[in-house]
């Protein structure tokens, strides 16, 4: 049946986050505006990120003042897991309680409709679908992500509650795809979110997405699937990546 | 003592002397004849205080002769008072008319002035038929002149119509005087009385009389034969109208009085013809001057409607009617205190130097900030429309009852509706002088503004005059002629209130009413800032309410004393948080919950009366203060008015039909009446008053547009008279009306409609306090459903829902104005995400919501079930359901309003909003600790109700520990808040064990579509809240009452408009219009022949 | 039936007869005729207006199709493309303005009076080749793109590979194949002989 | 002293337990049902429970305030309260609960208690969904409570008393007893508003997943929404009780497990009915399901109180 091979990939470690300062795992990034002027680019301090203030809050240095107080500050924080035991029967549930994000950012959204159909039946795996991000554990990212997407998938992937996590569908998540020259659609996913699970193809068919499913529901059981957790450790080297492609920021650091 | 003979010769030297005394200059001449004016009124005034002493008249008969050759002039006491007003009265408007910036008086006019003093003179005190004649003449004359002095045309030309008019006045009753002589022989009007039985029954007497009759009448300005009286009170000086309206109607009307015994001796027909005559003249203008914009012509309007009540009440003792004391003490009192109010409306039309009667809201505010005039000019007002403690007030109900008394149904409802259009115009004048200069008085619902705008200006609806008083008090000066006139008018109103009172034999708690707001008031005159007078308030009211109750049984009486007097003080510290001074304020809040208390502890029909009266007054004037509250005060003052006379009526047939009606007091059923009409009035009085289905347009705009803290003691505790009054009244409901049906059955359902009806209105509302009015009207349709049961568990339902509204709806009031005085807007939709900024006042708002609710376990439950238990307990299954539904509208509007403005998105600029202030929010914490405690122990309020019920009935639940038992159900208030604790306590322990880590987010944190909200405004959900609502009802939500009303108040405006289509202003109309009176008087005596 | 519908109702005597009258009016040239139902036409700058209302209001070409650019970079200019349709006749009209690429001279007359609807057409020009539209609303708000501050991407000098492989962090190992090539090598190369 | 309150305690675990995984599985079972009759394989019955330890296994929160915090708080005390005031099993200790406290207009009134916990969370929460979806809910709600206020006081006027336990005993002795057959039209106008109370099709507009996704709920999420979750099955566990009290005999037996298990298949059969409804209709507009509540479930209340007065 399987006519995608489903490839998992482990993350690459982006090396160990520094202090208040942002780490920069490729020279090209980060220090000074990237192409175009400048304006409406990260804010700089000595030419380099400041994403968090000296009392470790959120900087917001891109939201306007006056909705500064509307937004939370609090940075994200590494959550550690439960031993053993305990960590496993709560990851065995939540590996059985998948809730997807109901959010098509891509074409490969059409392949996720299928899933709820009495063919492919996605609830027997304790799979559903859930129409906000608060009650959500997995994001599916639905193909080709442009950076005016990007900017919603980062919004809605902050505002899931964690451990959360990130299924990338399609050849233009794991490397742009047939849009991997584009002036506007982003190559590598996980430059930007963590992902766990990536399904290749262009595009997959259901049962790809499945086997990719079952994949995730493996390595959460195995505790592999601390994506939230990496995020945090790594926030200031994400939002770098983020804030360089996306121009007119306009929301907080972290959207809770 | 000075002889009779010597007034009318020093009247008449003095007018001859006048231009020599010029000579001396103008304003010397003008002092002089002040001081002259001065002895005569010292004259009168020591005939006045000899003849009431020593009982006997006054007698001078001319030319050395006695009568009846000679023409016999006779002062009683009766006529030395009025002489006294009157000469008083005059002498205020000389001093007027002299004294006052422009158009002095002077000359000639001085001269007529003094001959009109005699003509009224000579008229008052003749005995002589054709002498009659002469001073009618002189008057006429007189007034004549001085209107032809005038250079401006319309003055001139009224003038000449008063000519015509008085000259066919004079012709008829000189062709009278001429018949009467020829058959009686005599002149001397002591003859002719003593002939008439046998000279004059003849149809040529009768004829003759008729035109006698006919010429006084006339000369009275009765409608509908009065256009150019009218015209003349239009066109004519303010002064000039004053002495008309105060000198010369006072003197024809003792001319009256004379001839009166003579027509009653002569024929039947002629007491029924004056009564008719009296009846439309005292009706018909009421109607015209309803629109009238002119207000001179309306003053003028309203004069000839109270003369027409004079007319009446001279009448009715002669058609037997008995009287207690002098035979002449109610038209009397009626024609002086007419004479003083009006010739002060007048004096103020002149001070104020506008003629307009405040008909529409561009005419201006003019005695906004010049409270001496206002009060003078509301004093004016109240005193003619009969308002306690005015002088008119006692006349009045000796009217009505005496009406009653005699069976004459018809002129009852005559004099109670001609009243009610005198309320319409005379109140609406009043308000709309004494309005807020913003106020275009439209607003009678509530106003969104149309961009949505936030509207900062209708922030401080709550500080009314504060403002405006400086820049009012600017205005103008009032001008020394009309002080002093204005002063005397008000203090001779004063002394007769005085008098009144004393001789109308009403018990201390009316009186204690009277001193508690004259006391505010002196402090409030002393410049004493609020905070001071509210703690005096509070301290003096806490002692009177204590010493009140202290050691008396729990009754009915105490009962509510206790909640009036506890719910208002609790809610007067409310007071403290407003700096400065507001004039008033204090005096009228104290005067309101005295009146309560007096009602609770009136002990006749008269004392509940006066004190309603009184209550209504003192609302009203608590209500006009609020800074939009125009529109809103004219519907109040109507239908409380309305209310007050259905209630009048009511007492009226009660008494009637048993003389010891009312007497007792403060217990329940004191007020039973078995005459099934005057329940029926007594009924729908107190339903006007709560807002009952049909009959509430009055009650949410008052309840809203009055300032915050007004609004708050108003829908808490004023409204809870009415139900008071329905237990004093309890034993007259039971009645069968028709078919059948019981009153109560119809009370019951009128209950549960306005329940319903109210909620559904609540439920639209975007303006909070609207919300809560409509929430109040609900709550007391409740009330009146639980009364209506006329059963233990019934009443003890409705006492339990009073003590519980008073509470709730007292903490809802007050969070709310704290919210508005923080926030500056009072629509909802404006406000939002507040708690955070006011936590404390969301407390108060969530127990005041589940306490309306009625969820479990707060005392609101306790009311619920009381009224399901008792609904059902009656078979009244139908009725409960509704309620029930009903019920669950409260919850929704509840949720809207608490939604609105405490959750959701806060707006930028409420950010920096602070916690209301510590006095508002202590109140509302008392009333809320009480609440905790009753729900934790409901027995502690339901045992004392059925204590107050006990006397009626026998209880019909039992107690076991906490658990209240009923023939259907059971409730224990106690142990369902163990349970709640235990099952909230319980899950809130299991999420905080359970819970991971748990951050505090920010407004904007929200999933929005992975978007975010970039305003509050456009992401806070409260405007037309529940569209759907509205859809799925339809058309049945229409405003059909308001459409009801406005529909009566343009068909009197069309009835109006269409009778003062008769005064064309055409002098050949209106000569035509007293020939058909004439043969009118003629056709109503051959009907009687 | 439906062939009817889509037929075009005009022949090419009188598309030549439309174009003979805005020759003479307004100098028009070069007309193509792609199709029995699609037509083109060249105009100046100055007159391009002038034009477009003249088809508009003189012979019924009421629809605005679509407004496009093409860059002509060669030959150092823009050609914009008014795509016009007429409902009587089902007949296309394109009007092609040739406008500089560079400088102020890359601008032209807004037609949004004419069609609302190209108020955003002219915006997504703006966006995308920088030729601005004095004149025509909310023209410098961002439309497709959100933030862009480079070289607007369809203008033929912005290298698009060069830019995502400076922004993408284009993911090492991926090999890049010329599309022509690989059709020629694997999937038709039966066909590659004729090529 | 002590030990009563050690005994009812216990009891009240007890009985609590019971109902929470009966509804719990009830709501697993009738999902698979469900399935099954779509031809899917379908969740598994105990999905509820791993959904709830799931969402409570969540290691963040983020909470909007107090209210907020509270609210879910609110709601599953609501739904106990509901519960425990309400007699489970006839004449059994063990599950007489708290109905001591109060009749059925205590357990009537408060229904609103957890309703009005949420809508003040969820209000706070400031989300446009969530109070749009309050206001449908509860103008919905104002709706049925009118169908079912009617049959309630016409049961009440039928057995002369508003005690739960009392309705109960007076509907023993046999299905002809059950005031369903004694009294079909109050049943009839209580089940369709039972409909509305359910919340499921066609009465969903509350949560209304494609439009406001998800109402009322839309910023819950972790332990709040695993409470949120927990109460549905509790509070549907005791609405469906009450009806089963109300119109079908409720559920007695000397033997307590005999009970347990009438009440079980009672209670599934409401709960079918419920889901052959929400199955078979689509999605009322608000106005749309007031309107129908205020008018043939009306008309028939109507009908049931007026017979009784008769």
């Known amino acids: 049946m399987a006519t995608a091979d489903t490839q998992t990939r482990r ?243 972290y959207n809770w | 003592m000075v002889s009779p003979v010597v007034l009318i010769a020093a ?227 303010p002064g000039i109208g004053a002495l008309l309206s105060a000198v010369n109607a006072t003197a024809m009307v003792f001319v009256l009085v004379r001839v009166m015994p003579i027509l009653a001796g002569a024929s039947p027909v002629f007491v029924p013809l004056v009564l008719i005559a009296g009846a439309g003249a005292f009706l018909i203008p009421q109607a015209q001057a309803l629109l009238q914009e002119s207000f001179k012509r309306m003053l003028g309007y309203s004069s000839v409607a109270q003369i027409g009540l004079v007319v009446l009440a001279i009448v009715i003792p002669a058609a037997g009617v008995p009287f207690a004391g002098v035979a002449l003490a109610v038209p009397l009192v009626l024609l002086l205190n007419h004479a003083v109010a009006k010739a002060t409306l007048f004096w103020i039309a002149d001070a104020t130097g506008d003629d307009a009667s405040g008909f529409g809201g561009s005419l201006p505010a003019s005695l906004r900030g010049r409270p001496a005039l206002l009060v003078v000019a509301a004093i004016a007002v109240l005193a003619l429309l009969g308002l306690p403690p005015f002088p008119g007030f006692w006349a009045k109900w000796s009217l009505v009852m005496g009406l009653a008394a005699g069976g004459h149904i018809g002129l009852l409802v005559v004099v109670l509706l001609g009243s009610l259009l005198e309320v319409v115009y005379l109140g609406r004048w009043l308000i709309m002088r004494m309005r807020h200069v913003d106020d275009d008085a439209t607003v009678v619902s509530q106003r969104i503004p149309a961009d949505f705008a936030e509207s900062r ?63 505010f008031a002196v402090l409030d005159v002393l410049r004493i800032p609020l905070r001071l007078q509210a703690i005096v308030a509070i301290a003096g009211l806490s002692w009177w309410g204590v010493s009140a109750v202290s050691g008396a049984a729990l009754t009915l009486q105490s009962g509510f004393v206790l909640l009036f007097v506890g719910g208002a003080v609790v809610q007067l510290v409310a007071l403290l948080a407003r700096p400065g001074r507001r004039a008033g304020l204090v005096a009228l809040i104290v005067g309101m919950v005295l009146s309560l208390a007096a009602l609770t502890a009136a ?276 009725q409960a359901a509704l309620a029930l539904f009903s019920s669950g509208i409260a919850f929704l509007y509840l949720f809207r309003l608490i939604h609105s403005m405490f959750l959701g998105q806060r707006k930028t600029h409420h950010d920096t909003v602070t916690e209301a202030p510590a006095a508002v929010l202590i109140p509302q914490f008392v009333f809320l600790v009480i609440i905790i405690a009753i729900s934790m122990f409901p027995n502690l309020l339901i045992k004392p109700l059925q204590t107050i019920v006990e006397p009626a009935f026998a209880s019909s639940v039992r107690w076991e520990g906490y658990t209240v038992i009923s023939s259907l159900g059971y409730w224990n208030g106690n142990a369902v808040m163990y349970v709640v604790i235990g099952v909230f306590l319980a899950p809130l322990l299991w999420l905080l064990a359970v819970k991971g880590r748990t951050y505090r987010v920010e407004q904007f944190n929200i999933v929005f579509a992975a978007e975010r909200p970039h305003t509050p405004q456009s992401t806070h959900y409260a405007y037309n809240f529940y569209g759907h609502y509205q859809k799925a009802f339809g058309r049945l939500l229409d405003p059909w009452v308001e459409r009801f009303w406005s529909g009566v108040s343009a068909t009197a405006g069309t009835v109006s408009q269409t009778l003062r289509a008769w005064n064309t202003g055409n002098p050949q109309t209106y000569a035509l219009q007293i020939l058909l009176y004439l043969f009118l008087t003629y056709l109503v005596a051959r009907g009687g022949l | 039936m439906s062939d009817q519908h889509t037929q075009t109702q005009i022949s090419s005597a009188e598309v030549h007869e439309v174009f003979a009258d805005l020759h003479t009016r307004y100098g028009v040239r070069g007309l193509e005729e792609k199709r029995a139902d699609q037509a083109f036409v060249r105009t100046d700058r100055d007159e391009a207006v002038a034009v477009l209302t003249h088809l508009r209001d003189r012979h019924g070409y009421t629809h605005l199709a679509f407004l496009t650019a093409v860059d002509q970079i060669e030959e150092g200019r823009f050609e914009l493309l008014y795509m016009l349709h007429n409902y009587e006749l089902r007949h296309d009209l394109g009007v092609i303005v040739e406008i500089p690429r560079e400088g102020d001279g890359c601008s032209m007359d807004t037609i949004h009076r004419m069609w609302p609807a190209a108020a955003t057409y002219q915006r997504e020009l703006r966006e995308m080749f920088g030729i601005d539209f004095p004149g025509s609303p909310r023209l410098h708000e961002d439309f497709a793109l959100e933030g862009w501050h480079d070289l607007p991407p369809m203008r033929k000098e912005f290298d698009t590979r060069e830019y995502s492989e400076r922004t993408y962090y284009a993911r090492p190992g991926r090999t890049k194949t010329d599309t022509r090539q690989h059709m020629k090598d694997t999937i038709y190369p039966s066909e590659a002989e004729t090529w | 002293m002590t030990q009563m309150i050690l005994t009812k305690a216990l009891y009240t675990v007890i009985s609590l337990a019971v109902i929470t995984n009966y509804a719990l599985i009830l709501i697993g079972t009738m999902a698979r049902i469900r399935a099954k009759v779509q031809g899917r394989v379908g969740q598994p019955f105990y999905q509820p429970y791993i959904d709830i330890v799931k969402s409570n296994a969540k290691r963040t929160s983020i909470s909007h305030g107090v209210m907020f915090f509270l609210g879910p708080v609110f709601r599953l005390a609501g739904g106990l309260g509901t519960y425990l005031f309400i007699p489970a099993i006839f004449g059994s200790v063990i599950f007489s609960n708290f109905s001591f406290s109060g009749d059925l207009l205590l357990m009537m009134y408060f229904i609103f208690f957890g309703q009005l916990g949420m809508a003040l969370g969820a209000g706070e929460s400031g989300h446009p969904h969530s109070a749009i979806g309050v206001a449908r809910g509860l103008a919905q709600m104002t709706a049925f409570e009118l169908p079912f206020v009617l049959s309630v006081v016409a049961l009440a006027a039928q057995y002369g008393t508003l005690s739960i336990t009392e309705i109960v005993a007076a509907q023993q002795g046999g299905f002809t007893h059950w005031a369903a057959f004694t009294n ?75 009970a347990i298990l009438i009440m079980v298949v009672k209670t599934f059969l409401i709960y079918l009915y419920v889901t052959i409804v929400g199955a078979s209709f689509p999605r009322f507009k608000t106005e749309q399901s007031i309107r129908f509540f205020l008018g043939v479930p009306t008309v028939i209340g109507i009908a049931a109180v007026v017979l009784q007065m008769v």
Not at chain 2, 109 to 114: E, I, N, R, S
């Open chain 2, 457 to 519: 200006a209708d922030a401080v609806s709550g500080a009314a005059s504060g403002a405006s008083d400086a820049s009012g008090a600017a205005a103008g000066a009032i001008p020394v002629g009309a002080t002093v006139s204005l002063g005397l008018a008000t203090l001779l109103m004063a002394g007769a209130s005085v008098a009144a009172l004393l001789g109308s034999g009403v018990g201390m708690p009316v009186l204690i009413v009277l001193i508690g707001v004259a006391a």
């Open chain 2, 11 to 237: 009247s008449l030297g003095f007018a001859f002397l006048y231009p020599l005394v010029e000579r001396l200059g103008e304003r010397a001449a003008t002092r002089i004849a002040l001081l002259v004016l001065a002895a005569f009124a010292g004259t009168t005034a020591g005939w006045t205080v000899s003849l009431i002493g020593s009982g006997v008249a006054l007698t001078a008969d001319t030319a050395g002769f006695v009568a009846p050759l000679s023409i016999q002039l006779q002062v009683t006491a009766v006529d030395a008072l009025a002489m006294t007003v009157v000469t008083l009265l005059a002498l205020a408007a000389l001093v007027q008319l002299t004294e006052r910036a422009t158009d002095r008086w002077h000359g000639k006019q001085v001269v007529l002035f003094f001959v009109l003093l005699l003509g009224s003179y000579g008229l008052i005190m003749t005995r002589d038929l054709f002498n009659v004649f002469v001073f009618m003449e002189i008057s006429g004359i007189s007034v004549f002149g001085l209107l032809s002095t005038s250079r401006d045309g319309r003055v001139f030309e009224a003038g000449f119509k008063y000519m015509v008019a008085s000259g066919l006045a004079s012709v008829f009753f000189l062709i009278g005087t001429a018949f009467v002589y020829r058959s009686v022989g005599s002149l001397s009007i002591a003859d002719i009385t003593a002939a008439a039985p046998v000279a004059l029954a003849s149809p040529v007497g009768v004829m003759g009389l008729l035109f006698l009759v006919t010429g006084i009448l006339i000369e009275l300005k009765p409608a509908p034969a009065n256009g150019w009286a009218i015209d003349t009170y239009q066109a004519a000086d």
């Open chain 2, 603 to 878: 002990t006749s029909p008269l004392e509940v009366f006066v004190a309603w009266e009184l209550m209504t007054l003192t609302s009203f004037f608590l209500v006009v203060r609020g800074r939009f509250a125009a529109a809103a005060s004219v519907r109040y003052l109507t239908f409380s008015l309305a209310s007050a006379l259905l209630m009048l009526a009511a007492f009226s047939l009660a008494t009637a039909a048993n003389p010891a009606f009312g007497t007792g007091g403060g217990v329940i059923g004191t007020l039973t009446t078995s005459v099934p009409w005057a329940a029926v009035l007594l009924a729908l009085s107190v339903l006007i008053k709560l807002g009952a289905i049909g009959l509430h347009i009055w009650l949410p705009s008052s309840y809203a547009e009055a300032e915050d803290e007004v609004s708050s003691l108003a829908s808490s505790v004023l409204s809870k008279a009415g139900i008071l009054l329905l237990f004093l009244g309890a034993g007259s409901f039971a009645a069968p009306l028709f078919a059948g049906v019981a009153l109560n059955q119809v009370l019951g359902w009128i209950g549960v409609i306005t329940a319903l009806a109210g909620g559904m209105m609540a439920l639209f509302q975007e303006d909070i306090k609207y919300t809560l009015a409509y929430s109040s009207m609900s709550q007391l349709g409740y009330m009146v459903l639980a009364f209506a049961l006329m059963s233990h568990l019934g009443w003890v339902t409705a006492l339990y829902l009073a003590v519980n509204h008073l509470l709730f709806k007292g903490m809802l009031f007050l969070a709310v104005a704290g919210i508005v005085m923080r926030t500056g807007t009072r629509l909802m939709y404006q406000m939002g995400g507040l708690i955070k900024r006011m936590p404390f006042s969301f407390v108060s708002v969530l127990v005041g919501i589940i306490a309306v609710s009625g969820v479990p376990p707060l005392a609101g439950f306790g009311g619920k079930w009381l009224l399901y238990t008792a609904l059902i307990e009656q078979g009244w299954y139908l």
């Open chain 4, 184 to 258: 079909p039209l109050a049943m009839i106008a209580g089940m369709i508003a039972f409909l509305g109370m359910s919340g499921a099709n066609p009465f969903s507009v509350v949560v209304a997943p494609q439009e406001i996704p998800i109402g009322p709920p839309t910023e819950m999420q972790s332990s709040f929404l695993g409470m949120l979750q927990t109460n549905r099955a509790i509070f549907n566990g005791a609405k469906m009780v009450l009806f089963m009290n109300l119109f079908w005999g409720g559920a007695a037996h000397e033997n307590l497990l005999v």
């Open chain 1, 11 to 253: 993350y690459q470690e982006p090396g160990a986050p520094g202090n208040a300062a942002v780490v920069n795992p490729d020279p090209r990034t980060v220090t000074g505006p990237a192409g175009g002027t400048g304006q409406g680019d990260v804010q700089t301090v000595d030419g380099q990120l400041r994403i968090l203030t000296e009392e470790l809050k959120l900087a917001n240095a891109d939201l306007r003042s006056e909705d500064r107080g509307n937004f939370c500050d609090h940075p994200p924080e590494v959550i550690k897991p439960f031993r053993a035991f305990w960590e496993n029967f709560l990851n065995w549930a939540r590996s059985e309680s998948l809730w997807i994000l109901g959010f098509g950012t891509g074409c490969g959204a059409i392949e996720l409709r299928p899933l709820m159909t009495s063919r492919f039946d996605m609830y027997q795996y304790g799979i559903q679908g859930r129409p906000t991000p608060r009650q959500s554990s997995v994001f599916v990212i639905g193909g080709y992500a442009s950076v005016k997407t990007m900017k919603r998938i980062v919004r809605s992937y902050e505002q899931m509650q964690g451990p959360k996590f990130v299924l990338g569908l399609g050849s233009c998540t794991i490397n742009g795809g047939m849009y991997w020259d584009s002036y506007n659609t982003v190559n590598r996913l996980d430059h930007y979110i963590p992902v766990d699970v990536y399904i290749a193809g262009c595009m997959p068919r259901p049962e790809a997405l499945l086997a990719g499913f079952v994949k995730l529901k493996e390595m959460i059981k195995r505790g592999e699937c601390e994506g939230a957790n990496r995020y945090a450790e790594n926030f200031e080297w994400y939002k770098a990546n983020q804030k360089r492609i996306i121009k007119n920021w306009d929301m907080p650091d």
